[in-house]
Protein backbone atom coordinates (compact mmCIF):
# COMPACT_ATOMS: atom_id res chain seq x y z
CA UNK A 1 0.00 0.00 0.00
CA UNK A 2 1.40 3.30 -1.26
CA UNK A 3 1.67 6.28 1.20
CA UNK A 4 -1.10 7.92 -0.87
CA UNK A 5 -3.66 5.23 0.41
CA UNK A 6 -2.40 5.98 4.19
CA UNK A 7 -2.94 9.48 3.41
CA UNK A 8 -6.46 8.97 2.05
CA UNK A 9 -7.20 6.97 4.97
CA UNK A 10 -5.83 9.05 7.87
CA UNK A 11 -6.44 12.71 6.56
CA UNK A 12 -9.31 12.49 4.08
CA UNK A 13 -7.37 13.90 1.23
CA UNK A 14 -8.29 12.27 -2.80
CA UNK A 15 -5.10 11.13 -4.29
CA UNK A 16 -5.75 13.09 -7.38
CA UNK A 17 -5.42 16.36 -4.79
CA UNK A 18 -1.73 15.70 -4.30
CA UNK A 19 0.44 16.82 -6.53
CA UNK A 20 4.29 16.49 -4.40
CA UNK A 21 5.19 14.66 -0.95
CA UNK A 22 8.13 15.47 0.66
CA UNK A 23 9.31 13.77 4.22
CA UNK A 24 12.04 15.98 5.56
CA UNK A 25 14.85 14.94 7.95
CA UNK A 26 13.20 15.33 10.97
CA UNK A 27 10.49 12.70 10.39
CA UNK A 28 7.76 15.25 9.25
CA UNK A 29 6.29 15.41 5.85
CA UNK A 30 5.13 18.27 3.85
CA UNK A 31 2.22 18.05 0.99
CA UNK A 32 1.26 19.71 -2.02
CA UNK A 33 -2.05 20.23 -2.77
CA UNK A 34 -4.47 21.45 -5.42
CA UNK A 35 -7.67 20.84 -6.86
CA UNK A 36 -8.80 20.51 -10.27
CA UNK A 37 -10.89 23.39 -11.80
CA UNK A 38 -14.07 22.64 -11.98
CA UNK A 39 -17.49 24.81 -12.28
CA UNK A 40 -17.80 27.08 -9.04
CA UNK A 41 -21.09 28.88 -7.96
CA UNK A 42 -20.24 32.63 -6.91
CA UNK A 43 -21.70 32.84 -3.34
CA UNK A 44 -23.35 36.25 -4.00
CA UNK A 45 -24.85 36.73 -7.24
CA UNK A 46 -25.47 33.24 -8.12
CA UNK A 47 -23.46 32.35 -11.21
CA UNK A 48 -21.31 29.33 -12.49
CA UNK A 49 -18.00 30.19 -13.81
CA UNK A 50 -14.87 27.77 -14.25
CA UNK A 51 -12.55 30.96 -15.04
CA UNK A 52 -9.78 30.13 -13.30
CA UNK A 53 -7.57 34.05 -12.12
CA UNK A 54 -4.75 32.67 -10.53
CA UNK A 55 -3.73 30.54 -7.42
CA UNK A 56 -1.97 31.54 -4.06
CA UNK A 57 0.15 29.53 -1.74
CA UNK A 58 -1.84 28.45 1.68
CA UNK A 59 0.08 26.72 4.78
CA UNK A 60 -1.92 24.66 6.44
CA UNK A 61 -1.50 22.62 9.55
CA UNK A 62 -2.76 19.03 9.34
CA UNK A 63 -1.57 17.89 12.88
CA UNK A 64 1.61 15.02 14.12
CA UNK A 65 1.34 11.57 13.25
CA UNK A 66 3.72 9.72 15.65
CA UNK A 67 5.42 12.47 16.73
CA UNK A 68 5.93 13.81 13.29
CA UNK A 69 4.16 16.86 12.24
CA UNK A 70 2.44 16.87 8.96
CA UNK A 71 1.31 20.37 7.04
CA UNK A 72 0.85 21.10 3.41
CA UNK A 73 1.05 23.86 1.11
CA UNK A 74 -2.63 24.02 -0.19
CA UNK A 75 -2.49 25.85 -3.84
CA UNK A 76 -6.03 28.31 -3.10
CA UNK A 77 -7.55 28.63 -6.63
CA UNK A 78 -9.30 32.06 -7.36
CA UNK A 79 -11.84 32.56 -10.03
CA UNK A 80 -13.83 34.92 -11.73
CA UNK A 81 -16.99 35.74 -11.50
CA UNK A 82 -18.14 36.18 -15.53
CA UNK A 83 -21.40 37.75 -14.59
CA UNK A 84 -20.23 40.90 -11.75
CA UNK A 85 -16.27 39.85 -12.24
CA UNK A 86 -15.29 39.64 -8.42
CA UNK A 87 -13.13 37.09 -7.39
CA UNK A 88 -13.47 34.37 -4.79
CA UNK A 89 -11.73 31.06 -3.75
CA UNK A 90 -12.72 27.62 -4.67
CA UNK A 91 -14.75 25.68 -2.04
CA UNK A 92 -12.17 22.96 -0.58
CA UNK A 93 -12.44 20.43 2.28
CA UNK A 94 -8.88 20.90 3.63
CA UNK A 95 -9.27 24.03 6.04
CA UNK A 96 -12.10 26.79 6.70
CA UNK A 97 -11.81 30.45 5.47
CA UNK A 98 -9.20 32.78 7.44
CA UNK A 99 -7.81 29.46 9.47
CA UNK A 100 -4.40 28.15 9.00
CA UNK A 101 -5.10 24.80 10.47
CA UNK A 102 -7.02 21.76 9.11
CA UNK A 103 -10.98 21.32 10.41
CA UNK A 104 -10.02 18.29 12.03
CA UNK A 105 -7.33 20.05 14.30
CA UNK A 106 -10.24 21.75 16.09
CA UNK A 107 -12.00 19.01 17.34
CA UNK A 108 -8.91 17.58 18.41
CA UNK A 109 -8.70 21.31 20.45
CA UNK A 110 -11.69 20.74 22.11
CA UNK A 111 -10.89 17.18 22.60
CA UNK A 112 -7.92 18.47 24.34
CA UNK A 113 -10.15 21.60 26.45
CA UNK A 114 -11.75 18.40 28.19
CA UNK A 115 -8.51 17.43 30.18
CA UNK A 116 -7.31 19.29 32.84
CA UNK A 117 -4.52 21.09 32.39
CA UNK A 118 -3.41 25.06 31.37
CA UNK A 119 -3.71 26.46 27.92
CA UNK A 120 -0.11 26.55 27.32
CA UNK A 121 0.06 22.81 27.56
CA UNK A 122 -3.36 22.37 25.61
CA UNK A 123 -1.90 24.63 22.94
CA UNK A 124 1.61 22.74 22.29
CA UNK A 125 -0.38 19.18 22.27
CA UNK A 126 -2.20 20.80 19.10
CA UNK A 127 0.27 22.51 17.55
CA UNK A 128 -1.68 26.04 17.81
CA UNK A 129 -0.56 28.98 19.20
CA UNK A 130 -1.14 29.89 22.43
CA UNK A 131 -3.54 33.03 21.74
CA UNK A 132 -5.74 31.08 19.25
CA UNK A 133 -6.46 28.00 22.25
CA UNK A 134 -7.25 31.35 24.67
CA UNK A 135 -9.82 33.15 21.83
CA UNK A 136 -11.82 29.81 20.82
CA UNK A 137 -11.94 28.93 24.57
CA UNK A 138 -13.07 32.68 25.76
CA UNK A 139 -15.62 32.10 23.23
CA UNK A 140 -17.11 29.43 24.26
CA UNK A 141 -17.07 30.60 27.83
CA UNK A 142 -14.10 27.93 28.80
CA UNK A 143 -11.61 28.86 31.56
CA UNK A 144 -9.24 26.84 33.39
CA UNK A 145 -8.49 27.00 37.25
Given amino acids: MSTVNYTE ?3 KI ?11 EDGSVHFTLEMPVVEQ ?3 HCG ?4 KSKGKRPRDVKFG ?20 CNHTFIEKNPFVSRYLRFRKTNMKYLFR ?3 EKGAFAEIAKRSDISLSTVSRYCSKLGITLN
Fill in 14 to 24: KEEYIKHTRVN
Fill in 112 to 114: QLR
Fill in 9 to 11: IIF
Fill in 47 to 50: AITR
Fill in 64 to 83: AIQHHTVTATYLERRYKCQK
Fill in 41 to 43: VYP
